[in-house]
């Protein structure tokens, strides 16, 4: 079993519906959560973090941490053709606590399509 | 201004050759990697340097070897290439061991022949 499991899709949606991405987890010790956005051909872009379990909102995107359910999520509302891409959901212990470097673990990433 | 850059973009080459991909970061970030994505999109991390000193060395053929000149460049030599190495290989940067936020560079598409 993978550390991080998401859906690879594809996922099609039409512009505007409200979009739903999905990562779960089973490293108990994972603090923090990212989601990255990668166009085709291109370097992986920070699109969120968070820090433990909770909501954070950043104008059409959301992210959401359930960490007694090890899922976390990414919303985005209003989606527009310019949103398609691939979205890789990647998280981390809490590098206070360790020596050495913090690692990210990927997900093997949605590839999402907005529709005009 | 390109925050990380990689050269070559695309590289073809025949099993058995040697070669190099170099990174540069021009954030003023001290910390480096390189990741290897595979053709199922899965991006794993292979080296990490932290001023010059190597900090997360994966479970990675010892065929790689990276190598960091000063803080805002990583290079990657690959000895001896396999078919199985083809993928994109990707460098970034981020600010201290706090890697929650790292700035990816475009990429480098190695494919063995």
């Known amino acids: 079993q993978k550390e991080v499991e998401q859906d690879p899709g594809p996922l099609s949606v039409p512009e505007g519906a409200i979009v739903s991405l999905n990562c779960t987890y089973s490293n108990s010790a994972f603090q923090y959560f990212m989601w990255y956005r990668q166009y085709s051909r291109k370097g992986p872009e920070l699109l969120m973090y968070?820090?433990?379990?909770g909501n954070k909102e950043d104008g059409r995107f959301t992210a959401q941490v359930d960490k007694s359910s090890k899922y976390i999520s990414l919303f985005i509302r209003d989606s527009q053709p310019s949103d398609s891409a691939t979205y890789l959901c990647a998280m981390s212990e809490d590098f206070r606590y360790f020596q050495g470097a913090q690692k990210l673990v990927f997900g093997q990433g949605t590839r999402l399509t907005i529709n005009p | 201004d390109t925050a990380v850059s990689q050269t070559p973009k695309y590289l073809v080459t025949q099993m058995g050759n040697d070669k190099s991909i170099k990174c540069e970061q021009n954030l003023g970030h001290d910390t480096m990697y390189w990741y290897k994505q595979d053709s199922k999109k899965f991006l794993k991390i292979m080296f990490s340097y932290n001023n010059k000193e190597l900090i997360i060395n994966e479970t990675v053929p010892n065929r790689f070897s990276p190598k960091s000149p000063d803080k805002a460049h990583l290079n990657l030599h690959i000895n001896s290439l396999e078919l199985g190495d083809s993928a994109v290989y990707f460098c970034?940067?981020?600010?201290?061991?706090?890697?929650?936020?790292?700035?990816f560079g475009p990429g480098t598409r190695l494919t063995v022949l």
């Open positions: 968070t820090y433990s379990s």
């Open positions: 970034a940067s981020s600010q201290g061991l706090a890697a929650a936020t790292q700035y």
